[in-house]
């Protein structure tokens, strides 16, 4: 009549819904299952912080699963994609593939410029020395090595390092105060000597490089050429292009590099960022550093200057003017119309 004891009883007509009865409560746990939860409670939190807590035997294949689950979205960290050392990650897909970009060496220049593709064996890139091929500025480097060591060593020192400076014209300064210190001086140079020794030469050179004249036809030149021209030069790259900003001419060249580099890698650098290759590009030089860069690299060599022995079997012509003629013949022979217009 009552029905199995379980069954919760049927609800009075007369009881409100909240004071209706629902049957019988499940008993609480008693002890310490009272004040930290019970055991099934406890199992659970355990097996999500990765404690030990119940046995993976009574929960089943399908809540171990889920355990294993939830667990490993926890902990497991958020990897990120492994790129090699130097490479940065594109900001777009697609830009440089999956592995990104290495970075440029040198920041670029305000402009950019898009190598001609009409013609594949016309010039896409003329590149200019500055001291003795765009500047007449050779002498002022001479002058400033004798003055550098004169005060404190006397005329034989200051003599021996303009000699060595004549023999090896177009490397970098600090090159040649390094050898003067080590092989002139006989003591080690340290870092803080040779870049106080290299910031004194600095004083001595930038302001008469600065008032130094162009050669007659490289500002016209400079106004009217439509390829893409830059610079390569020992000159620290720094004070290069404050001089050219100086002498204002910065305007004219799509990219001006000097050391530490070489020119052998300025010129390397020059060719990947046009995306064209070294037979493409012309270095013009008055120095058997220019020569021998432009030979590495692949590059066609024009030398500028009197006949010497170490230009006698390459291109060679006697003053700017005929730097110009020069380029525009082989221009004429091999694009009849120009190639491309750079960006100024």
């Known amino acids: 009549m009552g029905g199995r004891p379980h069954d919760p009883p049927a609800p009075r007509r007369g009881d409100p819904p ?16 009272r004040q930290h939860g019970s055991g099934r409670a406890r199992r659970r939190g355990g097996a999500l912080r ?4 119940g046995s993976d035997r009574r929960r089943g294949p399908r809540r171990l699963r889920d355990r294993t689950l939830r667990r490993a979205a926890l902990v497991a960290p958020q990897r990120r994609p492994h790129l090699p050392h130097g490479l940065v990650c594109p900001s777009g897909p697609g830009r440089h593939g999956d592995r990104g ?13 898009t190598a001609p593709a009409d013609d594949p064996t016309g010039l896409a890139l003329v590149v200019f020395d ?10 002022i480097k001479t002058k400033a090595f004798y003055e550098l060591y004169l005060d404190e060593h006397g005329p034989e020192v ?17 090159e040649k105060i390094r050898w003067a210190e080590e ?11 040779l870049r106080s020794m290299a910031a004194r030469f600095s004083m001595l050179v930038e302001d008469a490089v600065v008032d130094a004249p162009l050669f007659p036809g490289v500002l016209p030149y400079l106004r009217d050429e439509t390829l893409p021209v830059a610079i390569a030069s020992a000159t620290p790259t720094t004070e290069l292009r404050r001089i ?16 530490p580099a070489t020119k052998a890698e300025i010129l390397s650098d020059y060719a990947a960022r046009l995306r064209v290759g070294p037979k493409r590009m012309l270095m013009v030089g008055d120095q058997p550093s220019d020569l021998q860069a432009a030979v590495e690299v692949g590059a066609r060599p024009l030398v500028v200057g009197p ?13 700017f003017a005929d730097v110009v003629a020069w380029i525009e013949a082989r221009r004429g022979a091999e694009t009849p119309e120009p190639p491309h217009t750079a960006s100024r």
Not at 246 to 258: D, L, M, N, V
């Open 158 to 174: 200051a003599a021996a390092l303009v000699d060595y400076h004549r023999r090896h014209a177009g490397v970098s300064r600090y």
């Open 130 to 139: 500055f001291d003795g091929t765009l500047c007449d500025s050779a002498d």
């Open 183 to 193: 092989r002139l001086l006989g003591r080690r140079v340290t870092p803080e000597r």
């Open 50 to 53: 990765g404690t030990s807590g």
């Open 244 to 259: 050219c900003d100086r002498k204002g001419i910065t305007e004219f060249f799509w990219a001006i590099e000097g050391s």
């Open 307 to 319: 006949p010497a022995p170490w230009n006698r079997d390459v291109p060679r012509v006697d003053t």
């Open 18 to 33: 909240h004071r209706r009865r629902r049957g019988p409560r499940r008993p609480r746990s008693r002890g310490r299952g």
């Open 101 to 113: 970009a290495p970075e440029p060496p040198h920041p670029p220049r305000p402009h950019t410029v």
